[in-house]
């Protein structure tokens, strides 16, 4: 029996809709992963230069620890303005800005001699690169419905685990260079390292549209099917949401639901930061390995942290349960911190830092998908900027907390401890925005049977 024309033009813009998003996941996703893998490696590979570096510079673990954390400070500072021009301006140019600028201040960290440079460089890296990571998160508002959201920031995202397997197998090439032309091997790392970014910041600007509607890739009817399909979300947005491209700056601050993302971002990313930047330390004492073989041990522990986000988010996004996939991992990955503190024995500790990077990385797909759910528009650009300021001062606090910790009491175990307890924290108010949200859709439902007088 022939098809009717409604089911012939139904499975048409089926057809439509699944060639837009998969033009859109091939032509940008990889692009967008390289560029943040090569962002998050040019800041986090002080971590391993730390094992040279400080013993060059006389550099104690306090400041290397308030160093690490500037970045963050700095990055917060200017996450709202950068991510107001990126609306303003476009993806296109003010992305390729941010990593042409960045890449250039990361390969001068190659001349940093005194605490006061380290922590000037570090400062300024944090200001060039602010707004990357939000300004993707927005941009991605404009390209992917709400139902792939999950799946499309995990494949993004997962440049983060990989950029550690990346970094773990070079940093000990890099860093065996020690001498070599005159420079120490930290400096080899840095420079090397900085590089990729400056001349990725050219791809950027020639191959990234700053919306469907200027990506020569897509046909008419693939452009006309993304723009109905988000439009059909706005219309259709849970009570609270912001619809409005109007709605900006003050929208964003008004809605108690942004700066509760914060506070659970800033205490994962503080958790996450503060082991992130002591870990070759930590692994190299745990099991007196060379440089070398704990750049590859992370590495396994990086492909181990892309699995995790991968399947997380296709299970979230399967069954839209996206808070419990936030919270189960905050649980699990609070039990590993107080394993780790509590023992000292390799083959406990080593398997449960594995564990750790396995759950960080899992929460990452549906605790950054969350927040695009109710912010859309200008408010949506306004709203992700403030919650990755609030977010990025965990990264203020997290290393320069593991620094004082290890000069303080002459080891790691006390501030890894600590660490069971914010991470914890993270989960805790995912469950206060569970709570939230499942309250406001029963009121959605119980709306239309109330009985007015």
């Not at 949506?380 to 910790?405: D, Q």
Request: hydrophobic content about 50%.
């Amino acid at each position: 029996m022939p098809k009717s024309g409604a089911a012939v033009a139904a499975d048409t813009e089926d057809l439509t809709g699944r060639s837009a998003m998969r033009k859109a996941t091939w032509r940008l996703i990889p692009l967008i992963a390289f560029g943040y893998g090569v962002a998050y490696m040019d800041r986090v590979n002080i971590s391993f230069a730390q094992l040279q570096m400080n013993r060059d510079l006389h550099f104690s673990a306090t400041v290397y620890g308030l160093g690490a954390g500037l970045f963050f400070l700095s990055y917060a500072i200017c996450e709202i303005p950068s991510n107001m021009l990126l609306y303003r301006i476009g993806a296109r140019r003010w992305l390729a800005r941010i990593m042409f600028t960045w890449g250039l201040l990361a390969m001068a960290m190659m001349f940093v001699r005194t605490p006061w440079q380290f922590y000037t460089m570090r400062f300024l890296l944090g200001i060039a690169e602010a707004g990357f990571f939000p300004g993707v998160l927005y941009y991605f508002t404009q390209w992917f419905p709400v139902g792939l959201r999950a799946r499309t920031i995990s494949r993004f995202y997962i440049s983060l685990p990989l950029s550690s397997v990346v970094m773990g197998g070079v940093a000990g090439a890099l860093m065996n260079l020690e001498g070599t032309l005159g420079l120490a091997g930290w400096q080899w790392l840095f420079l090397v390292e900085g590089l990729p970014a400056v001349l990725l910041s050219g791809v950027f600007l020639k191959l990234l549209p700053d919306t469907p509607a200027h990506a020569p890739w897509l046909s008419v009817p693939e452009r006309t099917w993304i723009a109905d399909q988000l439009a059909a979300e706005n219309a259709s947005a849970v009570p609270g949401t912001d619809t409005s491209h109007s709605a900006g700056f003050g929208a964003a601050l008004r809605d108690s639901r942004v700066w509760l993302f914060g506070m659970a971002g800033m205490l994962m990313l503080g958790t996450s930061y503060a082991y992130t930047f002591s870990a070759p330390v930590i692994l190299q004492q745990l099991t007196s390995l060379s440089i070398t073989n704990v750049g590859y041990l992370i590495s396994g522990m990086g492909l181990l942290g892309a699995l995790g986000m991968l399947l997380n988010a296709w299970l979230s996004d399967r069954d839209g349960k996206r808070y419990m996939h936030v919270i189960v991992p905050c649980v699990l990955e609070s039990a590993c911190f107080v394993v780790v503190a509590l023992s000292v024995n390799p083959w406990i500790a080593v398997p449960c830092f594995a564990l750790m990077y396995f759950m960080q990385n899992a929460m990452q797909g549906p605790l950054l998908a969350l927040p695009t759910i109710f912010l859309k528009g200008k408010s949506a650009a306004s709203g992700l900027a403030t919650i990755n300021m609030v977010s990025m001062l965990g990264g203020v606090l997290g290393p320069s907390l593991m620094g004082w910790a290890r000069d303080f009491t002459g080891s790691y175990q006390s501030g890894l401890g600590a660490l069971s307890v914010t991470i914890l924290g993270t989960g805790a108010i995912m469950f206060v925005l569970r709570s939230q949200t499942l309250r406001g859709l029963r009121q959605l439902r119980e709306a239309p049977t109330r009985v007015h007088p």
